[in-house]
Every structure is written in structure tokens, then in C-alpha cells.
């Protein structure tokens, strides 16, 4: 009986882990997500041969 509580203790455990890294990487991307808009959008307009302009806010620059 002792086996399967530890088992269940060592999931809820695992489970509580998993929580905190998806609550971080959310927490990271809504941060850091329009200057990583950004950036793509840059590389992509030199790739393509257009100047980048930036917007008003992160992630709302465009190619022109």
C-alpha cells in the first residue's frame, strides 16, 4: 500500500513541474513575443528585398 501512495505522490509532483514550465514558457512568449515578431519580420524583408518599417507597437512592424 505504501508503494502506491509514493507513486501517486511522485505524479502529482511531476504534474506540478510540468504546470510551472508551461505557466513560464506562456509567460515568455507574451512577453518576448512581439520583438520576436519583429525580428522574423526583419530577416524576412531582407530576404525578399524590402525595407522594414516598424509599427507603432512590437510586433506590428511590416515590409515595404
Do not use: W
Amino acid at each position: 500500500m505504501n508503494k502506491l501512495n509514493n507513486r501517486g505522490q511522485a505524479l502529482v509532483e511531476y504534474v506540478l513541474i510540468i504546470t510551472l514550465i508551461v505557466v513560464v514558457a506562456i509567460s515568455a512568449v507574451k512577453i518576448f513575443g512581439g520583438r520576436l515578431k519583429d525580428s522574423i519580420t526583419k530577416t524576412s524583408c531582407e530576404l525578399i528585398g524590402e525595407k522594414y518599417q516598424e509599427g507603432s507597437k512590437a510586433g506590428e512592424g511590416t515590409c515595404k
